[in-house]
């Protein structure tokens, strides 16, 4: 797949707020160019060449960076890492020339059965080998760095012997690989499973941390407990907020990125919520001044 000659290439992702760009919204950008500091896109909604969905996002990034975030990889399988799937991921970040390119810390294949989620790993030392070695070869067919981000989760593996955090970090040090840093699912997990979130953040390296996620989620009740889901569907909470400005606090601005990915709002809600982002980072700049 031949990169459009023409195609202008915005600079590389800056330490600003963004924005997920989501179907309803490209019309939007196109015509219109609304002001945002970068948007992310979800990779496999744009693998068909020739696609509607394609075209508008080579059009949009003529005029706004761009990072790819994939979903649907399953990194953490322990299927062979699908070789279709990765080759049109490569063929995509040729085309596009993203700033970024992430995926999950997590699984969601198993015997060549695809499930609709982003399962957390049991956290042990053959997990961490084992995803160690799969970002190496997705980093080697990419020729780049990626970055992994923690998932959110609502149970945990009893042969687990490594925190999370822990996990994350070793991942990303022996790997090479970057973090993307969902604070919203550190959040929603830690009021699942009674661990405290800023441990969390502290066990994470500033240097290894090149991305930040904000997101809304859902309080549901199963069985009378109550457990928070990260639906992607609500504004930033504000405990959110807060774990996200002492996160600033400790290692300065990052490219953050508001995600709402159902029950989408009018669109100019969706670049307030990226100005909170900013006004903190903005904040941080000037204390760390």
């Known amino acids: 797949m031949a990169v459009s000659d023409n195609l202008e290439r915005p600079g590389p992702i800056p330490a600003a707020a963004g924005i997920g760009l989501r179907g309803p919204y490209h019309a939007e950008f196109i015509s219109d160019s609304p002001e945002a500091a970068w948007l992310e896109a979800h990779s496999e909604n744009f693998f068909a060449p020739g696609s509607i969905a394609l075209t508008a996002l080579e059009r949009i990034r ?11 990889l399953s990194i953490g399988s322990a299927d062979p890492i699908a070789r279709d799937h990765l080759e049109n991921l490569a063929e995509l970040v040729e085309r596009v020339q993203p700033g970024l390119v992430s995926e999950h810390l997590c699984w969601g294949s198993v015997g060549g059965y695809h499930l609709n989620d982003l399962l957390p790993l049991p956290y042990t030392e053959e997990a961490l080998a084992h995803m160690v070695e799969r970002i190496g070869q997705v980093q080697d067919r990419l020729g780049r760095k990626i970055l992994i981000e923690n998932v959110s989760s609502y149970m945990e593996f009893r042969n687990s012997t490594i925190p999370e955090w822990e996990f994350l970090a070793s991942v990303a040090a022996s790997s090479g690989c970057g973090i993307l840093l969902d604070v ?21 390296p500033a240097d290894k941390i090149e991305e930040i ?30 774990l996200y400005e002492t996160l600033l606090s400790r290692i300065g601005p990052r490219p953050t990125l508001i995600e709402w990915d159902s029950e989408l709002p009018p ?4 670049l307030e919520e990226a100005g909170k982002a900013q006004k903190l980072m903005d904040r941080a700049h000037e204390l760390a001044a």
């Not at 441990?199 to 994470?204: F, K």
């Not at 669109?267 to 969706?270: A, E, F, N, Y």
């Open 62 to 72: 003529e005029n706004y960076p761009v990072s790819l975030h994939g979903v649907g």
């Open 213 to 242: 996620h904000l997101a809304g989620h859902s309080e549901q009740l199963f069985d009378d407990h109550s457990v928070l889901v990260d639906t992607h569907n609500a504004p930033v909470c504000a405990e959110v907020w807060t």
């Open 184 to 204: 919203n699912n550190i959040f929603v997990s830690a009021r699942n499973h009674g661990f405290d979130p800023l441990e969390y953040l502290d066990a994470i």
């Open 267 to 270: 669109l100019t809600v969706l």
